[in-house]
């Protein structure tokens, strides 16, 4: 792959017409040595050859199977039978090349010009589908043990670096070589059944993180305000910090005892050194994965991929739905009619947001609680007349200040609830279905800040048939 010129090498022998020959000769550029090695794969070959290994879904090992074999490969490619286009290496370094660069990106909104150019979309609107899927991340996923471990290398190897020597013998010279090991946990002699020994080995680690802290406050001291070796520094110890604070609880006291795992899985925890931006995601209750999500608007007719974004693995699904339909028009040239989405993009406040953007949203409203006790369902909510009627035939116009809530989009809601009397509930026959037997307080049913959306797209849904979406 390396070396040649692509504006000399490439161009002429790609015929496969694909996205990628939309680009100037000088977008890759960047990957290769114009001064020696050999003659360049195309660029736009390989880029077809992503492709066709996505529609296939196939290995590394595969595609190059195919793409010296399968004729049907070669015609997409534009090359002759016995041509051997490539090697596995060199599609996976002009992978990792395409993204380290950040030209996957232009690669799709290339292939986006190119279908309005040939007036593939002559329609003035169209209907759009909006959903995720997972991305598996590059890193590996660690243990508190090991991720602590890696990211005192990652520090330490900065600081190396300072000094102008290896990180074998920075380590050494400061007792920081246990470290270097593949797995901290794998080099520990301990018995792991044993909660003490346990305990005294992830005190240690912490220490040691701690001792790696201060030192780098020193070396700050030493280095100027700016420069690449102080900020790669600092990089290091912020992610060092932030991976103490994530999984470690400090408590008082002397010895082992002063710091412990923390119970439960910390918001936005970090899973990976080698790739910070992983996070636990779930498709659903029981999918769990370790990565991102992507975000993708597909145009209901022509099934083409119109806009993507990339999400942090944790985040909701209907995360900056709207600006994605808006750059799925930027991207097209046509207006999105409509948008439909599963029931992640059915909450009041992203139905909110597209009424306030004037457009259109189906999508199905989260289904009912299963739940022992009536959920707020079964209450019958007349927000024009300020009214809420029970299962029992109840009303109550008493409404009350419940808190605050806030939503995926980072904005505060200051939340109301119907009250009912405690006297009326502790003499209702539906109490047991309804609140807890103990106490003497009546049910409250918290209003949502988008309830009138809510009710409109419970009613449309259940008039229009929705249920499919």
């Keep these: 792959m390396w070396g040649g010129t692509p504006s000399t090498v490439c161009w002429p022998r790609c015929g496969a017409g694909c996205s990628a020959t939309r680009i100037s000769p000088s977008s890759f550029a960047e990957f290769y040595c114009a001064h020696n090695g050999r003659d360049s794969v195309p660029p736009s070959l390989l880029a077809t050859a992503l492709l066709l290994q996505t529609h296939d879904k196939v290995s590394d090992a595969e595609a190059k199977a195919r793409a010296d074999f399968d004729i049907r490969w070669k015609v997409v490619l534009g090359i002759e039978v016995e041509d051997r286009p490539f090697a596995k290496s060199t599609l996976q370094v002009f992978r990792a090349q395409l993204i380290l660069h950040d030209k996957v990106r232009e690669v799709f909104e290339s292939g986006l010009r190119l279908v309005r150019e040939s007036g593939y979309l002559k329609r003035r609107s169209m209907r759009v589908a909006l959903d995720t899927t997972n991305i598996l991340g590059r ?29 074998e013998k920075w380590a050494q010279a400061r007792g920081y070589q246990r470290y270097l090991a593949s797995s901290i946990k794998g080099e520990a002699a301990i018995d792991w059944s044993d909660k003490r020994a346990r305990q005294a080995l992830l005190a240690g680690i912490v220490a040691d993180a701690d001792r790696l802290l201060e030192l780098v406050r020193q070396v700050q001291e030493e280095l100027g305000e700016d420069g690449a070796q102080r900020q790669q520094i600092v990089a290091a110890a912020e992610l060092l910090g932030q991976l103490l604070h994530q999984d470690i609880e400090r408590k008082s006291g002397n ?25 636990h995601g779930h498709k659903s209750s029981r999918r769990r994965f370790d990565g991102h999500k992507a975000a993708i608007v597909v145009d209901t007719d ?3 991929i119109t806009a993507v974004a990339v999400l942090p693995g944790n985040a909701p699904d209907n995360l900056g739905a709207l600006e994605l339909v808006e750059g799925s028009e930027a991207n097209t040239g046509v207006s999105v009619q409509e948008a439909m989405g599963d029931a992640a993009y059915g909450d009041g406040a992203t139905r909110q947001t597209f009424a306030d953007a004037g457009r259109k949203l189906v999508a199905r409203v989260p289904g009912r609680p299963d739940r022992q006790r009536f959920p707020k ?24 200040p419940a808190g605050k809530r806030t939503d995926d989009m980072g904005q505060v809601h200051h939340l109301r609830a119907f009250q009912f009397e405690g006297s009326e509930c502790m003499t209702c026959p539906l109490r047991s279905q309804c609140i807890s037997a103990k106490g003497r307080k009546g049910r409250w049913v918290l209003v949502h800040p988008q309830e009138a959306l809510l009710q409109q797209a419970r009613a449309l849904q259940q008039s229009a048939g929705y249920d499919e979406y």
Excluded: W
């Design 139 to 167: 890193g590996a996923v660690r243990d508190t043990f090991n991720l602590l471990s890696d990211g005192m290398v990652k520090l330490m190897r900065a600081l190396s670096q300072v000094e102008l020597i290896s990180i």
């Design 255 to 279: 010895g082992d005892d002063g710091v412990s795992l923390k119970s439960g899985v910390s918001k936005d925890r970090m899973v990976s050194v080698h790739d910070p931006e992983m996070r």
């Design 302 to 304: 022509t099934q083409l």
């Design 377 to 400: 369902d079964d209450f019958v909510i007349d927000l024009a007349a300020g009214s809420c009627t029970c299962p029992a035939g109840r009303l109550t116009q008493t409404i009350v």
